[in-house]
């Protein structure tokens, strides 16, 4: 029979096991939230860069379909909800307006390449090692604190193969012609 201290130890490894995935706030602070955010992360920015975008997984541990609307950032001036699209073999960034269905007890990557959330009129750099708050919000389970984590400049996420080294460059093409957009 499990007595109360192998029941803490087990709980107690749990959380370590969580923190270890990257599991954000989203789960520690609100349990009652079916959304989980898993590994939120953006690149090092300078401090003249505009634009950047992260990535994490949107986890919807409900029994019903969850749709990411909007987000919201002190760090910048915009928030958007983009993706990416092969159009006449070239790569391009769309903003998702109508936002993104997380289905019953499933995930979506936001990752390099892919889905993404861009913030627009960044306020001051992003450094190595810091973390920012966003705020995602969802049309049933509203809104939801994330923490990103900034990692370094050409941090690639969890991908390795050639085809999306070729998308994380459109991905920077992609950040520079946003700069300049803003100019
Ligand atoms: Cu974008």
Redesign the pocket.
Known sequence: MMNFTKLAVISALFGMAMSGLGVSNALADGMHKSIMVENAWTRARGATAK?A?AFMTLHNTAKEDDRFISASSSIADRV?I???KMTDGVMK???VKEGVIVKAGKHVEFKPGSY?V?FLGLKGKLAEGTTFPVTLTFEKSGNIEVTVAVKSAGAMGNMSHGKDMMKQDA?KK??SM?MKKKQ
Do not use: P, S
Request: aromatic residues 0%; proline residues 0%.
């Open positions: 634009v975008g958007e983009h993706t990416t960034m769309i903003q993404h861009m991905m992609h950040d946003e």
